[in-house]
């Protein structure tokens, strides 16, 4: 039997039929342990109470409940909208209220006393996510000597945007405290380490490990990917066409939590651009699906409105009474449907402006039919091209060049298809979620072991 996995993350699964990669390969990864998922009750609370059992998710699933204030200043407030600002490059969108970020250390604090309530020496600790960058260092400080991992899943932030924060210095030291640190792309790895480099606490070891003040940091790349084969069985299902009749013949498809990350607006105006250019004769179409996230911050606010105006300006423009260019849907939809949309369009366009993977663009290689597929328009700026470089790779900031690629993209020859997707699919392939949990928690299991954590400083 492996060592016990506990694995912590904001969100837990709740044991719906349509999650994702991730959760399929943790909560695997989880049951061939008897391990733990730990992480925030859906509904709030008093922020007082003890871990509760949640169950539907798959694995055994521990809960802590968030209070009204701890939801508004540690997740909606310090979370996202000081460190996801600051991550994606929009350190203009920073907000800075002194009690989003004293929340959001007292809630890592109160959640390491509760991991170490159930913690076994010997257990691993797999940490998700900017929501927890200190949590390693508040388990120290309880005594844990435990392996303590961290995957960031959304960019590494460069070294001049760290000053945004009221004690930049804090960040370095709270990653110090985890054994392995996973990032998604070799640029967030070099990202971290130019960091370490401008820190004249950290020693970097000839292994490649960073140390800082006695504790030993490994720092590595594991890009995230999908669940292939579950993904690609809800594509090829046949059934009902999701457009009922009247499916539009070539349509691109963009899918997006509703975030300014994603450089929707930009793709709109690149899609009016197309219309004005288009070939004669030709009715092309953008699907897009965008469901709204967070939406009591106000930078989600705007970006919804935006959208709004661009949409209804470019249908007003261009529409015909039998006609709708821009389809824009601002609601989550079945995961199976999100599929076999995948499979029908013609083009996927992921403008993303900052993305740490961007799961949407390997779920579109994924649904394609290998002998007629579809082709991926990828922004350069999401960790996904790194690998993808057979896409189409595009500036999400060049409206022209992201019209000249929608072009390409509804124009390319069979063969240039085929094979852009093949070498793709052989990077989803290669990138799989199963793999991704599996090399993360070997590289955990083979760190140098923290010594006693009081000693360590
Ligand atoms: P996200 O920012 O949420 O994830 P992404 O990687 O694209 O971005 O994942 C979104 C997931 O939600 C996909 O599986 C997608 O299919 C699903 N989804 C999106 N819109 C949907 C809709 N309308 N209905 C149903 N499902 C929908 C963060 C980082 C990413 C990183 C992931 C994983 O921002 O960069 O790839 O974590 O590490």
């Avoid at 509904?43 to 701890?70: I, K, Q």
Wanted: hydrophobic share 40%; with cysteine.
């Amino acid at each position: 039997m492996p060592p016990r996995l506990i694995a912590v993350s904001n969100r837990i699964p709740t044991g719906s039929p349509s999650s994702g990669g991730l959760v399929v390969a943790l909560r695997d990864a989880l049951s061939a342990s008897g391990g733990l998922w730990i992480g925030a009750h859906p509904d709030p609370g008093t922020g007082l109470e003890e871990m509760e059992e949640v169950s539907g998710g798959g694995c055994r699933c521990l809960a802590f409940r968030l209070s009204e204030e701890e939801i508004s200043d540690y997740y909606l407030g310090y979370a996202n909208s000081v460190l996801w600002p600051l991550c994606h490059r929009r350190v203009d969108l920073v907000e800075m209220p002194s009690t989003y970020e004293e929340r959001y250390r007292a809630v890592n604090a109160r959640v390491a006393k509760l991991i170490a309530q159930v913690a076994r020496p010997d257990d691993l600790i797999w940490v998700h996510d900017y929501h927890f960058f200190p949590l390693a260092s508040e388990l120290r400080a309880l005594g844990l000597a435990n392996r303590i991992g961290f995957f960031l899943h959304i960019p590494f932030p460069s070294l001049g945007d760290l000053s945004v924060l009221s004690q930049p210095e804090d960040f370095a030291d709270w990653l110090a405290d985890y054994n392995l640190l996973g990032l998604q792309t070799r640029g967030d790895v070099a990202r971290c380490l130019e960091m370490y480099r401008a820190d004249p606490r950290a020693e970097f070891m000839p292994d490649g490990t960073v140390k800082m003040q006695g504790r030993i940091t490994s720092v590595r790349s594991f890009p995230i990917g999908i669940d292939v084969d579950h993904f690609r069985e809800l594509a090829g299902v046949g059934g009902r066409n999701p457009f009922g009749r009247e499916a539009p013949d070539g349509f691109v498809i963009g899918v997006d939590r509703l975030d300014y990350s994603k450089g929707i607006p930009n793709r709109f105006r690149a899609f009016g651009r197309y219309l004005k250019t288009r070939p004669e004769g030709t009715r092309p179409c953008l699907v897009q699906i965008a469901p709204p996230t967070r939406e009591r911050v106000q930078a989600y606010q705007d970006i919804t409105s935006e959208l709004e105006e661009i949409a209804g300006r470019l249908n007003g423009a261009f529409a015909e009474l039998d006609w709708t260019p821009i389809r824009y849907i601002h609601r989550s939809i079945d995961r199976s449907v999100l599929a076999r949309l995948h499979r029908m369009a013609r083009a996927c366009a992921v403008t993303s402006l900052a993305d740490g993977m961007n799961l949407v663009a390997k779920e579109f290689v994924a649904a394609q039919d290998p002998e007629d597929p579809g082709v991926l328009i990828l922004s350069r700026f999401a960790g996904a091209a790194e690998d993808m470089t057979e896409a189409l790779l595009v500036n999400p900031y060049d409206i022209e060049e992201m019209a000249a690629a929608i072009h390409q993209a509804l124009e390319m020859p069979l063969d240039e298809r085929r094979a852009r997707h093949a070498a793709c699919m052989e990077v989803v392939r290669r990138t799989d979620a199963t793999r991704w949990a599996a090399q993360f928690l070997a590289a955990l299991r083979t760190c140098m072991p923290t010594l006693s954590p009081q000693v360590a400083r």
